[in-house]
T-cell receptor
Framework: AQSVTQLDSQVPVFEEAPVELRCNYS??????LFWYVQYPNQGLQLLLK??????LVKGINGFEAEFNKSQTSFHLRKPSVHISDTAEYFC?????????????FGGGTRVLVKP | DAMVIQNPRYQVTQFGKPVTLSCSQT?????MYWYQQKSSQAPKLLFH???????NEADTPDNFQSRRPNTSFCFLDIRSPGLGDAAMYLC?????????????FGPGTRLTVT
């Protein structure tokens, strides 16, 4: 079984400042990694994913994440945030080859961008 | 645009009164999922269908049932809602192919139990 830990439940940040959201995972097998964003009263939207290849992954809205296998981490970064980035962010993993492509989510990080 | 649609967006039901939530997709995906998300928590998988094969999570209460009459539609039935079932219910789809592992989520249905 796998688990996902998002180390920060809330991250306040000023507009135009950088932000990093931390994600660590535990799994006995290889996994695919994802970051999703959820705006209030909406579903989840995929920001980016790591399946294979380059460990630095670029996603939508200026976000990027780096996969570090030795540290079992997949931290999300944005160099300059906007007010519109205020949302909840979820890190998730899926075991490679698992039936049904099931996701295991972290507890979420709420980002509050202040003017 | 191809998408995942959930109806209604907001549903109010009475304690113990059966309720059905609906999900449809135009992505022609093989896999459909139902999640329960309570306030300030991560989504929790209830069950999923791979084509017509139903897969229940071990800790999903018997009060929750699902139907998938065809590829496009999937329903979540709550037989006797309790106050603790108030939550956002999210439907998601996936192609089921290893090359495109991501899940596509609908906007959710927020269920209130009075």
């Amino acid at each position: 079984a796998q688990s996902v830990t998002q180390l920060d439940s809330q991250v306040p940040v000023f507009e135009e400042a950088p932000v990093e959201l931390r994600c660590n995972y535990s799994s006995s097998v290889s996994v695919y990694l994802f970051w999703y964003v959820q705006y209030p009263n909406q579903g989840l939207q995929l920001l980016l994913k790591y399946l294979s290849g380059s460990t630095l992954v670029k996603g939508i809205n200026g976000f990027e994440a780096e996969f570090n296998k030795s540290q079992t981490s997949f931290h999300l970064r944005k160099p300059s945030v906007h007010i519109s980035d205020t949302a909840e962010y979820f890190c998730a993993v899926s075991e490679i080859g698992a039936a049904g492509n099931k996701l295991t989510f972290g507890g979420g990080t709420r980002v509050l961008v202040k003017p | 645009d191809a998408m995942v649609i959930q109806n209604p967006r907001y549903q109010v039901t009475q304690f113990g009164k059966p309720v059905t939530l609906s999900c449809s997709q135009t992505l022609n995906h093989n896999v459909m999922y139902w999640y329960q998300q309570k306030s300030s928590q991560a989504p929790k998988l209830l069950f999923h269908y791979y084509d017509k094969d139903f897969n229940n999570e071990a800790d999903t209460p018997d009060n929750f049932q699902s139907r998938r009459p065809n590829t496009s539609f999937c329903f979540l039935d709550i037989r006797s809602p309790g106050l603790g079932d108030a939550a956002m219910y999210l439907c998601a789809t996936s192609s089921g192919l290893a090359a495109t592992y991501e899940q596509y989520f609908g906007p959710g249905t927020r269920l209130t139990v009075t």
